[in-house]
Protein backbone atom coordinates (compact mmCIF):
# COMPACT_ATOMS: atom_id res chain seq x y z
CA UNK A 1 0.00 0.00 0.00
CA UNK A 2 1.11 3.36 -0.89
CA UNK A 3 1.63 5.80 1.91
CA UNK A 4 0.85 9.72 1.44
CA UNK A 5 3.03 12.34 3.03
CA UNK A 6 1.26 15.43 4.62
CA UNK A 7 2.74 18.73 4.94
CA UNK A 8 0.96 21.14 7.43
CA UNK A 9 1.67 24.73 6.74
CA UNK A 10 -0.07 27.85 8.47
CA UNK A 11 -2.59 29.43 6.79
CA UNK A 12 -0.91 32.92 7.18
CA UNK A 13 2.79 32.98 7.61
CA UNK A 14 2.78 30.09 5.25
CA UNK A 15 5.19 28.16 7.84
CA UNK A 16 5.66 24.63 8.04
CA UNK A 17 4.28 23.36 11.25
CA UNK A 18 4.53 20.17 10.83
CA UNK A 19 5.72 16.82 8.04
CA UNK A 20 3.72 13.71 8.73
CA UNK A 21 4.52 10.44 6.40
CA UNK A 22 3.58 7.12 6.12
CA UNK A 23 -0.01 8.53 6.64
CA UNK A 24 -2.81 6.05 5.37
CA UNK A 25 -4.48 6.86 1.99
CA UNK A 26 -8.26 6.04 4.01
CA UNK A 27 -6.98 8.34 6.68
CA UNK A 28 -9.56 10.98 7.80
CA UNK A 29 -8.74 14.68 7.91
CA UNK A 30 -9.85 13.88 12.08
CA UNK A 31 -7.55 11.39 12.10
CA UNK A 32 -4.65 13.45 10.78
CA UNK A 33 -5.82 16.33 13.01
CA UNK A 34 -4.79 13.74 16.25
CA UNK A 35 -1.48 13.01 13.89
CA UNK A 36 -0.77 16.81 14.89
CA UNK A 37 -1.75 17.19 17.90
CA UNK A 38 0.40 14.15 19.06
CA UNK A 39 3.40 15.91 16.80
CA UNK A 40 2.94 19.26 18.76
CA UNK A 41 2.55 17.24 22.21
CA UNK A 42 6.39 15.41 21.63
CA UNK A 43 8.25 18.46 21.92
CA UNK A 44 9.99 20.16 18.83
CA UNK A 45 13.98 19.83 20.64
CA UNK A 46 15.02 19.76 23.65
CA UNK A 47 16.75 22.78 24.89
CA UNK A 48 19.48 22.85 26.89
CA UNK A 49 20.47 26.23 28.69
CA UNK A 50 23.91 25.89 30.72
CA UNK A 51 24.17 26.39 34.34
CA UNK A 52 27.40 26.81 36.51
CA UNK A 53 29.26 24.52 37.58
CA UNK A 54 27.54 24.38 40.96
CA UNK A 55 24.50 23.55 39.60
CA UNK A 56 22.59 20.11 40.51
CA UNK A 57 24.01 17.39 37.67
CA UNK A 58 22.57 15.17 35.75
CA UNK A 59 23.63 12.15 33.93
CA UNK A 60 22.56 11.78 30.67
CA UNK A 61 22.22 8.13 30.11
CA UNK A 62 19.22 8.08 32.53
CA UNK A 63 17.73 11.45 31.08
CA UNK A 64 17.52 10.40 27.55
CA UNK A 65 15.82 7.41 28.57
CA UNK A 66 12.91 9.68 30.79
CA UNK A 67 12.67 12.30 27.66
CA UNK A 68 13.63 10.49 24.78
CA UNK A 69 14.50 12.95 21.65
CA UNK A 70 13.08 10.85 19.01
CA UNK A 71 9.75 10.95 18.24
CA UNK A 72 6.48 12.38 16.49
CA UNK A 73 7.77 15.74 16.57
CA UNK A 74 10.92 15.12 14.64
CA UNK A 75 10.60 14.55 11.12
CA UNK A 76 14.38 13.58 11.30
CA UNK A 77 16.87 13.11 13.83
CA UNK A 78 20.29 11.78 13.78
CA UNK A 79 22.35 10.28 16.91
CA UNK A 80 25.82 8.80 16.89
CA UNK A 81 26.77 5.80 18.99
CA UNK A 82 26.94 7.95 22.21
CA UNK A 83 24.10 10.43 24.01
CA UNK A 84 24.92 14.08 23.13
CA UNK A 85 23.88 17.43 24.65
CA UNK A 86 21.49 19.39 21.97
CA UNK A 87 22.52 23.14 23.00
CA UNK A 88 20.56 25.82 21.99
CA UNK A 89 22.07 28.77 19.91
CA UNK A 90 20.60 30.84 22.86
CA UNK A 91 23.11 28.97 25.39
CA UNK A 92 25.67 28.71 22.91
CA UNK A 93 25.91 32.71 22.75
CA UNK A 94 26.99 32.69 26.27
CA UNK A 95 29.72 29.88 26.20
CA UNK A 96 33.06 30.90 27.15
CA UNK A 97 36.25 28.53 27.60
CA UNK A 98 36.94 29.97 31.30
CA UNK A 99 33.60 29.35 32.24
CA UNK A 100 32.98 25.70 31.24
CA UNK A 101 36.27 24.38 30.61
CA UNK A 102 35.25 20.75 31.49
CA UNK A 103 32.89 20.61 29.40
CA UNK A 104 34.58 22.41 26.17
CA UNK A 105 37.17 20.42 26.91
CA UNK A 106 34.69 17.26 25.62
CA UNK A 107 35.31 16.02 21.75
CA UNK A 108 33.08 18.31 19.84
CA UNK A 109 30.58 16.69 16.97
CA UNK A 110 28.17 18.22 14.29
CA UNK A 111 24.43 17.36 14.89
CA UNK A 112 22.21 17.52 12.09
CA UNK A 113 18.31 18.45 13.62
CA UNK A 114 15.36 18.90 11.37
CA UNK A 115 12.74 19.58 13.94
CA UNK A 116 9.99 22.47 14.70
CA UNK A 117 10.48 25.09 16.78
CA UNK A 118 7.89 27.72 18.58
CA UNK A 119 5.26 27.13 15.72
CA UNK A 120 8.07 27.01 12.71
CA UNK A 121 9.86 25.07 10.40
CA UNK A 122 13.63 24.73 11.60
CA UNK A 123 16.66 22.53 10.54
CA UNK A 124 19.87 23.55 11.29
CA UNK A 125 23.34 22.48 12.41
CA UNK A 126 23.81 22.99 16.20
CA UNK A 127 27.27 22.39 18.19
CA UNK A 128 27.45 19.30 20.53
CA UNK A 129 29.56 17.81 23.43
CA UNK A 130 29.61 14.35 23.02
CA UNK A 131 29.37 12.38 26.66
CA UNK A 132 30.72 9.24 27.86
CA UNK A 133 28.60 6.86 30.06
CA UNK A 134 30.18 8.11 33.17
CA UNK A 135 30.22 11.71 32.92
CA UNK A 136 27.39 14.41 33.91
CA UNK A 137 26.60 17.83 32.45
CA UNK A 138 25.62 21.01 34.51
CA UNK A 139 22.04 21.66 32.59
CA UNK A 140 18.50 21.71 32.66
CA UNK A 141 15.95 20.73 30.30
CA UNK A 142 12.85 22.64 28.76
CA UNK A 143 10.77 22.36 26.15
CA UNK A 144 8.18 24.88 23.66
CA UNK A 145 5.40 25.99 25.21
CA UNK A 146 3.50 25.74 21.60
CA UNK A 147 -0.39 26.47 21.73
CA UNK A 148 -2.17 23.11 22.46
CA UNK A 149 -3.79 22.71 19.06
CA UNK A 150 -5.99 19.56 20.26
CA UNK A 151 -8.18 18.57 17.14
CA UNK A 152 -11.66 20.63 18.16
CA UNK A 153 -9.30 23.89 17.50
CA UNK A 154 -7.57 22.80 14.10
CA UNK A 155 -9.55 24.15 10.26
CA UNK A 156 -7.43 22.59 8.19
CA UNK A 157 -7.95 23.32 4.37
CA UNK A 158 -6.91 22.79 0.84
CA UNK A 159 -5.93 26.72 0.31
CA UNK A 160 -4.87 29.27 2.95
CA UNK A 161 -8.50 31.16 2.36
CA UNK A 162 -10.71 28.32 1.40
CA UNK A 163 -13.23 26.32 2.97
CA UNK A 164 -11.73 23.84 6.28
CA UNK A 165 -12.15 20.41 5.20
CA UNK A 166 -14.98 18.17 7.01
CA UNK A 167 -13.72 15.45 9.63
CA UNK A 168 -14.69 12.82 7.20
CA UNK A 169 -13.12 13.57 4.82
CA UNK A 170 -11.06 11.04 2.81
CA UNK A 171 -7.11 11.96 2.23
CA UNK A 172 -7.64 9.91 -1.17
CA UNK A 173 -10.56 11.28 -2.19
CA UNK A 174 -9.07 15.15 -1.99
CA UNK A 175 -7.53 16.34 -4.91
CA UNK A 176 -4.05 16.16 -3.80
CA UNK A 177 -0.92 13.93 -4.88
CA UNK A 178 0.68 11.80 -2.52
CA UNK A 179 2.51 14.81 -1.03
CA UNK A 180 -0.50 16.32 0.12
CA UNK A 181 -0.71 20.26 1.24
CA UNK A 182 -2.68 21.57 4.16
CA UNK A 183 -3.00 24.82 5.37
CA UNK A 184 -4.04 25.12 9.65
CA UNK A 185 -5.57 28.07 11.26
CA UNK A 186 -6.57 28.59 14.66
CA UNK A 187 -9.99 28.58 15.75
CA UNK A 188 -9.04 29.48 19.04
CA UNK A 189 -10.26 27.40 22.64
CA UNK A 190 -13.16 25.50 22.14
CA UNK A 191 -16.43 24.55 24.37
CA UNK A 192 -19.26 21.86 23.64
CA UNK A 193 -22.47 22.96 22.25
CA UNK A 194 -24.02 21.27 25.56
CA UNK A 195 -22.17 23.23 27.92
CA UNK A 196 -23.01 26.25 26.15
CA UNK A 197 -26.39 25.38 25.96
CA UNK A 198 -26.79 24.75 29.43
CA UNK A 199 -25.42 28.29 30.64
CA UNK A 200 -27.20 30.19 27.83
CA UNK A 201 -30.93 28.63 28.72
CA UNK A 202 -30.37 28.44 32.73
CA UNK A 203 -29.16 32.33 32.69
CA UNK A 204 -32.43 33.39 31.68
CA UNK A 205 -34.50 30.82 33.67
CA UNK A 206 -33.09 32.19 36.94
CA UNK A 207 -32.76 35.48 36.16
CA UNK A 208 -36.51 36.35 34.93
CA UNK A 209 -37.39 34.04 38.49
CA UNK A 210 -35.55 37.02 40.41
CA UNK A 211 -37.98 39.95 38.74
CA UNK A 212 -40.99 37.46 39.12
CA UNK A 213 -40.07 37.38 43.20
CA UNK A 214 -39.21 40.75 43.25
CA UNK A 215 -35.97 40.32 44.97
CA UNK A 216 -34.27 43.19 46.86
CA UNK A 217 -32.84 45.95 45.10
CA UNK A 218 -34.61 45.49 41.85
CA UNK A 219 -37.96 47.85 42.12
CA UNK A 220 -38.02 49.31 45.78
CA UNK A 221 -37.51 48.44 49.09
CA UNK A 222 -41.78 48.19 49.44
CA UNK A 223 -41.98 46.02 46.43
CA UNK A 224 -39.53 42.95 48.01
CA UNK A 225 -40.94 39.82 47.40
CA UNK A 226 -44.29 41.32 46.81
CA UNK A 227 -46.54 39.29 43.73
CA UNK A 228 -48.27 41.29 40.84
CA UNK A 229 -52.22 41.36 41.33
CA UNK A 230 -52.41 40.48 37.24
CA UNK A 231 -52.85 36.98 36.41
CA UNK A 232 -51.32 37.59 32.50
CA UNK A 233 -48.08 38.16 34.70
CA UNK A 234 -48.18 34.62 36.37
CA UNK A 235 -48.77 33.08 33.21
CA UNK A 236 -46.26 35.14 31.72
CA UNK A 237 -43.34 33.35 34.15
CA UNK A 238 -45.09 30.24 33.58
CA UNK A 239 -44.52 30.13 29.72
CA UNK A 240 -41.11 31.77 29.87
CA UNK A 241 -40.05 28.97 32.53
CA UNK A 242 -41.31 26.02 30.04
CA UNK A 243 -40.04 27.69 27.05
CA UNK A 244 -36.28 27.54 28.97
CA UNK A 245 -36.45 24.18 30.70
CA UNK A 246 -37.83 22.66 27.61
CA UNK A 247 -34.61 23.92 26.08
CA UNK A 248 -32.53 22.23 29.05
CA UNK A 249 -33.84 18.77 28.64
CA UNK A 250 -33.76 19.19 24.83
CA UNK A 251 -29.89 19.75 24.91
CA UNK A 252 -29.69 16.49 27.75
CA UNK A 253 -31.51 14.09 25.87
CA UNK A 254 -32.75 14.96 22.89
CA UNK A 255 -30.26 17.27 20.06
CA UNK A 256 -27.36 15.69 18.35
CA UNK A 257 -24.92 18.28 17.09
CA UNK A 258 -22.99 17.90 13.96
CA UNK A 259 -20.09 19.84 15.79
CA UNK A 260 -19.26 18.56 18.93
CA UNK A 261 -17.51 22.38 20.14
CA UNK A 262 -17.81 25.67 19.12
CA UNK A 263 -15.21 28.83 19.85
CA UNK A 264 -15.21 29.68 23.51
CA UNK A 265 -15.27 33.44 22.83
CA UNK A 266 -18.79 32.69 21.37
CA UNK A 267 -20.91 31.89 24.60
CA UNK A 268 -19.47 35.43 26.16
CA UNK A 269 -21.99 36.96 22.77
CA UNK A 270 -24.86 34.08 23.47
CA UNK A 271 -24.82 35.11 27.25
CA UNK A 272 -25.26 38.72 26.73
CA UNK A 273 -27.91 38.47 24.34
CA UNK A 274 -29.95 35.79 26.04
CA UNK A 275 -29.15 37.40 29.69
CA UNK A 276 -29.51 40.39 28.62
CA UNK A 277 -32.91 40.27 26.63
CA UNK A 278 -34.35 37.96 29.51
CA UNK A 279 -33.25 40.92 32.39
CA UNK A 280 -35.34 43.59 30.10
CA UNK A 281 -38.24 41.66 29.23
CA UNK A 282 -38.24 40.23 32.90
CA UNK A 283 -38.04 44.06 34.36
CA UNK A 284 -40.77 45.40 32.50
CA UNK A 285 -43.64 42.27 32.80
CA UNK A 286 -43.28 41.76 36.45
CA UNK A 287 -43.17 45.84 37.23
CA UNK A 288 -45.19 47.02 40.00
CA UNK A 289 -46.78 49.48 37.42
CA UNK A 290 -47.47 46.96 34.42
CA UNK A 291 -50.62 47.20 32.67
CA UNK A 292 -52.06 44.43 31.73
CA UNK A 293 -52.67 43.87 27.20
CA UNK A 294 -55.80 45.91 25.77
CA UNK A 295 -57.85 43.09 24.47
CA UNK A 296 -57.62 41.69 27.94
CA UNK A 297 -58.36 38.30 28.77
CA UNK A 298 -59.08 37.37 24.97
CA UNK A 299 -55.89 39.07 23.76
CA UNK A 300 -54.15 36.56 26.67
CA UNK A 301 -56.04 33.48 25.62
CA UNK A 302 -55.52 33.89 21.87
CA UNK A 303 -51.30 34.78 22.51
CA UNK A 304 -51.24 31.61 25.20
CA UNK A 305 -53.02 29.50 22.12
CA UNK A 306 -50.30 30.44 19.91
CA UNK A 307 -47.66 30.15 22.22
CA UNK A 308 -48.84 26.42 23.48
CA UNK A 309 -48.87 25.00 19.75
CA UNK A 310 -46.08 26.81 18.91
CA UNK A 311 -43.93 24.62 21.46
CA UNK A 312 -45.50 21.60 20.55
CA UNK A 313 -44.60 22.11 16.95
CA UNK A 314 -40.84 22.97 17.91
CA UNK A 315 -40.47 19.67 20.36
CA UNK A 316 -42.16 17.67 17.61
CA UNK A 317 -39.32 19.02 14.74
CA UNK A 318 -36.46 18.55 17.58
CA UNK A 319 -37.73 14.70 17.99
CA UNK A 320 -38.14 14.07 14.22
CA UNK A 321 -34.36 15.95 13.28
CA UNK A 322 -33.02 13.55 16.23
CA UNK A 323 -34.72 10.33 14.45
CA UNK A 324 -33.13 11.30 11.63
CA UNK A 325 -29.44 11.22 12.75
CA UNK A 326 -27.99 7.82 14.27
CA UNK A 327 -26.61 8.34 17.88
CA UNK A 328 -22.36 9.05 17.41
CA UNK A 329 -23.13 9.80 13.66
CA UNK A 330 -22.48 12.91 11.56
CA UNK A 331 -25.12 11.37 8.68
CA UNK A 332 -27.05 14.04 6.86
CA UNK A 333 -30.55 13.12 5.23
CA UNK A 334 -33.40 15.23 3.67
CA UNK A 335 -35.91 15.67 6.45
CA UNK A 336 -39.61 14.45 5.44
CA UNK A 337 -43.00 15.17 7.25
CA UNK A 338 -43.73 12.01 9.62
CA UNK A 339 -47.39 11.02 11.29
CA UNK A 340 -46.65 13.69 13.55
CA UNK A 341 -48.99 16.64 12.15
CA UNK A 342 -46.80 19.02 13.58
CA UNK A 343 -43.96 17.91 11.06
CA UNK A 344 -46.06 18.51 8.09
CA UNK A 345 -44.53 22.00 8.19
CA UNK A 346 -41.60 20.30 6.34
CA UNK A 347 -43.47 20.35 3.75
CA UNK A 348 -43.36 23.88 2.96
CA UNK A 349 -39.74 25.14 4.77
CA UNK A 350 -36.46 23.51 5.56
CA UNK A 351 -36.23 24.79 9.01
CA UNK A 352 -39.61 24.15 10.84
CA UNK A 353 -38.06 24.38 13.66
CA UNK A 354 -36.96 27.95 13.57
CA UNK A 355 -40.55 28.74 12.20
CA UNK A 356 -42.55 27.32 15.29
CA UNK A 357 -39.42 29.16 17.44
CA UNK A 358 -40.05 32.29 16.52
CA UNK A 359 -44.03 31.48 16.83
CA UNK A 360 -43.74 31.16 20.03
CA UNK A 361 -42.04 34.29 21.03
CA UNK A 362 -44.88 36.08 18.71
CA UNK A 363 -47.33 34.70 21.21
CA UNK A 364 -45.12 35.89 24.04
CA UNK A 365 -45.11 39.24 22.41
CA UNK A 366 -49.03 39.61 21.90
CA UNK A 367 -49.79 37.75 25.50
CA UNK A 368 -47.60 40.50 27.83
CA UNK A 369 -47.73 43.51 25.19
CA UNK A 370 -43.72 44.11 25.75
CA UNK A 371 -41.99 46.06 23.95
CA UNK A 372 -38.44 44.46 25.08
CA UNK A 373 -40.25 40.86 24.42
CA UNK A 374 -40.98 42.45 20.61
CA UNK A 375 -37.51 43.48 19.44
CA UNK A 376 -36.03 40.22 21.07
CA UNK A 377 -38.42 38.49 18.66
CA UNK A 378 -37.05 40.65 15.64
CA UNK A 379 -33.83 40.00 16.83
CA UNK A 380 -34.48 36.35 16.98
CA UNK A 381 -36.22 35.70 13.79
CA UNK A 382 -33.41 38.14 12.14
CA UNK A 383 -30.65 35.65 13.33
CA UNK A 384 -32.94 32.53 12.69
CA UNK A 385 -33.47 33.76 8.77
CA UNK A 386 -30.38 33.72 8.35
CA UNK A 387 -29.06 30.16 10.02
CA UNK A 388 -32.57 29.01 8.21
CA UNK A 389 -31.39 30.19 4.61
CA UNK A 390 -27.59 28.58 5.44
CA UNK A 391 -29.25 25.71 6.12
CA UNK A 392 -31.47 25.65 3.09
CA UNK A 393 -28.38 26.19 0.74
CA UNK A 394 -27.10 23.14 1.95
CA UNK A 395 -29.32 21.05 1.25
CA UNK A 396 -29.96 22.34 -2.43
CA UNK A 397 -26.30 22.09 -2.66
CA UNK A 398 -26.16 18.24 -1.20
CA UNK A 399 -29.27 16.95 -1.99
CA UNK A 400 -30.30 17.19 -6.26
CA UNK A 401 -33.62 15.57 -5.44
CA UNK A 402 -34.12 18.13 -2.30
CA UNK A 403 -37.87 19.33 -2.37
CA UNK A 404 -38.31 22.47 -4.87
CA UNK A 405 -41.37 24.03 -3.04
CA UNK A 406 -39.62 24.56 0.20
CA UNK A 407 -38.63 27.99 1.54
CA UNK A 408 -36.10 28.61 4.27
CA UNK A 409 -38.37 29.83 7.46
CA UNK A 410 -41.66 31.47 6.33
CA UNK A 411 -43.61 28.94 3.99
CA UNK A 412 -44.42 30.85 0.22
CA UNK A 413 -42.17 33.60 1.41
CA UNK A 414 -38.66 33.38 3.06
Given amino acids: MKHYEVEILDAKTREKLCFLDKVEPQATIAEIKNLFT ?19 TFRWDLILQRFPLCGPGFCGL ?23 PALLALPVCVL ?40 ARQSLRLDPKGKSLKDEDVLQKLPV ?42 YGHKYDFTSSR ?49 AWMAYYINHPLYTPPTYGAQQVKLALAIFVICQLGNFSIHMALRDLRPAGSKTRKIPYPTKNPFTWLFLLVSCPNY ?27 TQMTIWAKGKHRSYLKEFRDYPPLRMPIIPFLL
Fill in 230 to 278: HTVVHLACICHSFHYIKRLLETLFVHRFSHGTMPLRNIFKNCTYYWGFA
Fill in 355 to 381: TYEVGSWIGFAIMTQCLPVALFSLVGF
Fill in 112 to 151: ELHGLLRGGAWGERSCCRELGSHQAVHCDISFPTDPQWYP
Fill in 78 to 100: AWSRRPHVAIGRNALAGLSEGQH
Fill in 177 to 218: GTTATLYFRDLGAQISWVTVFLTEYAGPLFIYLLFYFRVPFI
Fill in 38 to 56: KSRKSGAWMHCPLRPLWAR
